[in-house]
């Protein structure tokens, strides 16, 4: 239990309290479990510097506190006086380009964890036919689950649902958009907490604040990126959205790492600290659960439509379209010659270009 709170992201002071001992105790506790607070990576400044550097190219416009949390999922934890030191020379322009962009918040008020989740598909790399579909709880912003796929069908946004549940349980409520994409998940709910009772709440995404909010800050930590990324190459006549062969090369060398770096981020995410409330989603989450594990939200949501989950009231709601998988058939030599040249785990020194274009001659050819 103890290496689940340091987990979470508990101090050693808010660790004695929650299990009711005191801190000489806790020490002690942890010096038999050789469990330790402090355990900082022993690196050198130079080390450090291209890591931090490498860190800022993958993880764009992320600020100090995202960054350390995603040195943190790599494995490399020190201290912030060292960090900020590296960021400063590192990254001024980006350091004065956040403090330019911070918002006023809005009031927003849940219960406990798991009342309410806020569920979404962001499009910012739909031209390339990536779709990011993710999930907030609304009482911690913990990050249920963050995943990109080549398409938007209901059944595939109910399955990166169900990764999240499969996680962090099953949510009192659930709130979307009025997209079509959502129906599979609205019958989910439906059948786990039952109707009249607001199980799938649907509205404008004026009203999904939390998950509104979110993406801006996926983009900016992962999407930006490949977005960038991706337009290089349209632009230097690398890449054409027209062409199938070009597209399906583009998903089979970007898509698991797109998925690789939204693993990472919300990790960070989940355990970095929250300026407004001194905590972290996690921590928060973990709290909130150990205080009310069955909280539910009967009467904090007045006013708000109640689920829906037939085909012509979701189409009634909304008519975006819905994104299929990309339906290309490549033979099983080239198959093979793609694992062998262009693995899933590649690396690269040139963003993956070179990756991207040995695949799309296999594909030519």
Known sequence: MIETLFE?????????????????????????FGLSKLAFTEIDEEELNIVV????????????????????QKGIKVQRFRLRQCLKHLDEDGIRARKRRRLRRRIYNVSAPNCLWHIDSNHKLIRWHFVIIGGIDGFSRLVTYLRCTDNNKAET???????????????????????R????????????????RGSMLTGKSTHNQRIERLWRDVYDGVLSYFYDLFYFLEDNGRLDILNEIDLFAL??????????????????????????VNSTPMRLYTAGMMDNPSAHVDDILPNTRTE????????????????????ISVEENRMRRLHELCPQNWRSNNHGIDIFLTAKQILSE
């Open 251 to 276: 998903h089979y060398v970007f898509i698991s790492k797109i998925n690789e770096r939204l693993n990472t981020w919300q990790g960070a995410w989940n355990h970095h600290r929250i300026r407004t």
């Open 53 to 72: 550097a490498t860190t800022i190219t993958e993880f764009p416009r992320c600020g100090e506190e995202m960054l350390r949390k995603v040195l943190l």
């Open 157 to 179: 946004v109910l399955h990166c649902f169900r990764d999240g549940v499969s996680k962090f349980g099953v949510p009192d409520r659930v709130r979307s958009d009025q997209g």
């Open 8 to 32: 979470a992201g508990y101090s050693v002071k808010d660790t004695s309290i929650a299990l009711g001992v005191s801190e000489s105790t806790l020490f002690r506790k942890m010096g038999q």
């Open 308 to 327: 829906s989950s037939s085909d012509e009231d979701m189409e009634s709601l909304d008519n975006r379209p819905v994104l299929s998988s990309l339906q």
């Open 181 to 196: 994409e959502n129906m599979k998940v609205a019958d989910f709910m439906i059948n786990a907490r039952g109707t009249g």
